[in-house]
T-cell receptor
Framework: DTAVSQTPKYLVTQMGNDKSIKCEQN?????MYWYKQDSKKFLKIMFS???????INETVPNRFSPKSPDKAHLNLHINSLELGDSAVYFC????????????FGAGSRLTVL | AQSVTQPDIHITVSEGASLELRCNYS??????LFWYVQSPGQGLQLLLK??????LVQGIKGFEAEFKRSQSSFNLRKPSVHWSDAAEYFC???????????FGAGTILRVKS
């Protein structure tokens, strides 16, 4: 069973479109994250939710809107896609807020043309 | 703000040779320290972590890392590299009681036969 699953794994779309990436974890964790890995492989945190509440928002453009319908899901919606949004987006989860290991999903590669 | 430096972008070693990947962090107190590995097209897998106690920690796949407080370092080592170890390795830091895993820029390991 996949612990942290993301869909879709690959997404190719045109500039200006709106797209969503979904994330689900079956680990019983209560904190979830979105990380962005750019073309230089640099991983940077975007958002974190704890029990459906937003606790980290790292100066991400407001075209990005995370939504957590329950603590097992954290979806990422992106409006008006730009070329610079092309990246691999990783979802992660952990139990509690600290002193625990993050478990990552396999990533969703977004390509904006 | 905490930061993580991995000074080597690429490292090439011969199969069977020893390996050391460097990681330095900048933070006022002892953070939680991690090494993750990312194989091509894959997500991030935890190799090992340091929270407290013995400064030499053992991880999976024969990897170990040593925390040196005086040098603010957490270098990853393996005595004998296998071709399957070729991947990108990320050092990461999380603040004590914090909630934000910060990654280094990664080191790409190439293994030559």
């Amino acid at each position: 069973d996949t612990a942290v699953s993301q869909t879709p794994k690959y997404l190719v779309t045109q500039m200006g479109n709106d797209k969503s990436i979904k994330c689900e974890q079956n680990l019983g964790h209560d904190t979830m994250y979105w990380y962005k890995q750019d073309s230089k492989k640099f991983l940077k945190i975007m958002f974190s939710y704890n029990n459906k509440e937003l606790i980290i928002n790292e100066t991400v453009p407001n075209r990005f809107s995370p939504k957590s319908p329950d603590k097992a899901h954290l979806n990422l919606h992106i409006n008006s896609l730009e070329l610079g949004d092309s990246a691999v987006y990783f979802c992660a989860s952990r139990r509690g807020l600290s002193a625990n290991v993050l478990t990552f999903g396999a990533g969703s590669r977004l390509t904006v043309l | 703000a905490q930061s993580v430096t991995q000074p080597d972008i690429h490292i090439t070693v011969s199969e069977g040779a020893s390996l050391e990947l460097r990681c330095n962090y900048s933070y006022g107190a002892t953070p939680y320290l991690f090494w993750y590995v990312q194989s091509p097209g894959q997500g991030l897998q935890l190799l090992l972590k340091y929270f407290s106690g013995d400064t030499l920690v053992q991880g999976i796949k024969g990897f170990e890392a040593e925390f040196k407080r005086s040098q603010s370092s957490f270098n990853l080592r393996k005595p004998s590299v296998h071709w399957s170890d070729a991947a990108e390795y990320f050092c990461a830091v999380d603040r004590t009681y914090g909630n934000k895993l910060v990654f280094g820029a990664g080191t790409i390991l190439r293994v030559k036969s």
